[in-house]
């Protein structure tokens, strides 16, 4: 079905707007088009006393087709024409609209709603301008409408986080007009189209409005706030200042002359490589669940419900906390009962902090620990639709530990491993030829539960099958999947080792490693520099897991001794008080001048 705006007009002398591009109503331009021709139409029809804007199926509106901005040059198309379009015709013509808002209305979704004159919607419903996390800011008029409909401070936390809020949220914060039963919704909102167009309610024009505003005062402040957050926590990054524009230069100027501020704002943004970035990552993450020859081969995915997880230390338990936050059941093993009581605190804390942050309740947070189950052996095994080991990286150990799954699970269970640079192969090599079909990576990152990407690793063996269940487990667990090849490092890690190990051949060659890590991530903008990371992996790890890639990779590799020096010293990072930098009791770092000596000596055997 083309996208399009089908145009109805009831008895009651409301026209139905319904915006159609299945299955979220994306804005294609030909949707907008279409949505603009019929306000007109029903301005100009004297059987109509009012409209009511929808979207078709389950959803409002996701917001603007976003392929337009692959397919057109920065922006996607988007110009003043699409705002005036707003003004004139839904939010400012003869006859009142009102909005009827099921499922999402997101992005210029929300904008469109936002230009009604009066918002209503069904429970479930989400609500948010996440234009941000695409580059560019919002460009149909959000920046000037949601402050004046919530007030200034939620409306920049709304835009500035691209967090979206319910139906409940959007009731109080008063973005919404009505909250009704999905059945009653296209009723109720005719009748309040009918009964502003009668005068029997008020027709506000969200974009004149300014009750919601705070004080110009407190409003600066509240903006120059946001702005020192903005490039605290967004270093390098233009477009959320030029969106604080916009909506600073509304709240000074008024809604008309804060909409062509908008304008230039939206064009310098989509200007920027940064949005063309963006988008190239929005593609490319949602293109990462395909793969060619085991999606698209006709399988269907078999539901992974029980999940055993070898090992309970921070990876485990990580890896423990994004399961149980999926709703996935836990066997959680461990070697012996200190251990397991360790690592089931750590998925305790996991929780608590999420509670304590406010992104999940108490009783979600006791409801999801009682789906893990500690065990000291292999007795359960036998129950479980896949095992991740998590223990540390030593092949030996792996092989051990792989013998006994192949003896202890059921023939169906797949069997990964989270090594992050063992090749896998090697893992599995004394398993029979049908096991080896069930032998997958699934190399997470630290922290599990916190980290989005995903590293599956198949072998020459892994079958279609278990690459597919292992790809629906990711989605479950709101994790990007990357399915990659098999070799020592996989793909990630063959890009990180030799940025490591150029930190160190700088550092070896008299470069001062704290001035390496402010470049890094002062001057690129990296959450952290090199040496920082390592504290935080820990250089034990560091140099345990390097080896393999030594081993593998002799000709291609760098090797400093100051990791060996530091493992010596028990200088292990954070766990240890002690790495590259100094740790206080609330992990907060400074340099550390007790690593100087340890430096020099790798300088020294660097020759």
């Not at 009704?180 to 004149?208: C, F, H, T, Y």
């Not at 200042?241 to 939206?266: N, P, R, W």
């Not at 090199?530 to 790890?541: A, Y």
Request: glycine share 10%.
């Amino acid at each position: 079905m083309a996208p399009s705006a089908e145009y109805r007009v009831d008895s009651d002398g409301v026209a139905i707007i319904t915006l159609s591009n299945p299955p979220v109503n994306a804005l294609h331009p030909a949707v907008l088009k279409g949505l603009f021709e019929s306000l007109k139409r029903a301005h100009a029809d004297n059987r109509v006393k009012a409209v009511v804007v929808t979207g078709s199926g389950k959803n409002f509106s996701a917001g603007f087709d976003i392929n337009q901005f692959q397919q057109q040059s920065g922006g996607g198309g988007i110009d003043g024409n699409i705002n005036d379009a707003i003004c004139q015709v839904l939010e400012g013509g003869p006859k009142p609209t009102v909005a009827a808002i099921q499922g999402v209305a997101l992005g210029g979704g929300l904008e469109v709603a936002m230009g009604c004159n009066a918002r209503v919607a069904a429970p479930g419903c989400k609500l948010g301008l996440p234009e941000l996390q695409l580059g560019i800011i919002p460009g149909f008029g959000g920046t000037q409408r949601l402050p004046r409909l919530v007030g200034l401070q939620q409306a920049i936390q709304m835009m500035l986080t691209s967090g979206p809020i319910g139906d409940k949220a959007g009731l109080k914060a008063g973005l919404l007009d009505a909250v009704v039963p999905r059945e009653q919704l296209l009723g109720v909102a005719k009748q309040r189209a009918l009964d502003i167009a009668a005068g029997r309610l008020p027709r506000l024009l969200s974009l004149q409005r300014t009750d919601r505003l705070e004080p110009y005062g407190e409003a600066m402040a509240i903006i120059d706030f946001a702005r020192a957050q903005a490039a605290k926590r967004a270093r390098h990054l233009r477009h959320p200042q030029l969106c604080l524009d916009a909506i600073q230069e509304g709240v000074a100027y008024g809604g008309a002359a804060g909409l062509k501020k908008e304008g230039e704002s939206f064009a310098a943004a989509a200007a920027l490589d940064t949005h063309k970035a963006l988008v190239h990552i929005f593609f490319a993450t949602r293109s990462t669940k395909k793969v060619a020859g085991v999606t698209d081969a006709g399988s269907k995915p078999r539901k992974v419900a029980r999940v055993a997880v070898l090992g309970g230390g921070l990876m485990g338990s990580g890896i423990a906390t994004a399961l149980l936050l999926a709703g996935v059941e836990v066997l959680l093993k461990e070697v012996n009962q200190q251990f397991l009581d360790s690592g089931l605190a750590r998925i305790r804390s996991n929780l608590a902090s999420r509670v304590k942050k406010g992104r999940m309740s108490q009783a979600a947070a006791d409801a999801a620990m009682a789906k893990v189950t500690g065990t000291l052996d292999y007795s359960a095994f036998g129950s479980v639709d896949m095992v991740i080991e998590a223990v540390i990286e030593d092949i030996g150990l792996k092989q051990r530990i792989f013998a006994d799954l192949e003896a202890s699970c059921a023939p169906h269970a797949i069997l990964a491993t989270n090594t992050s640079t063992i090749d896998i192969e090697l893992v599995g090599a004394k398993l029979k030829p049908a096991t080896r079909e069930r032998v997958v990576g699934a190399h997470f990152f630290s922290p599990a539960h916190v980290m989005p990407l995903l590293e599956i690793v198949r072998t020459r063996h892994t079958s279609k099958q278990v690459l597919l269940d292992t790809l629906e487990l990711s989605g479950a667990i709101k994790k990007t999947p990357v399915v990659v090849g098999n070799c020592t490092g996989f793909a990630v890690n063959r890009v990180f080792f030799p940025y490591t190990m150029a930190a160190c051949l700088l550092m070896d060659c008299g470069v001062n490693p704290y001035q390496i890590d402010a470049a890094i991530a002062g001057g690129f903008g990296m959450p952290m520099g090199p040496f920082r990371l390592s504290d935080l992996v820990g250089s034990d790890i560091g140099l345990h897991v390097g080896k393999n890639f030594v081993d593998s990779f002799p000709q291609r590799v760098y090797v400093s001794s100051i990791f060996p020096l530091l493992v010596e010293a028990k200088r292990l990072g954070e766990k240890s008080g002690s790495g590259f930098y100094k740790y206080d009791a609330k992990r907060r770092t400074s340099p550390d001048p007790a690593v100087e000596p340890f430096v020099k000596r790798s300088i020294e055997s660097a020759g």
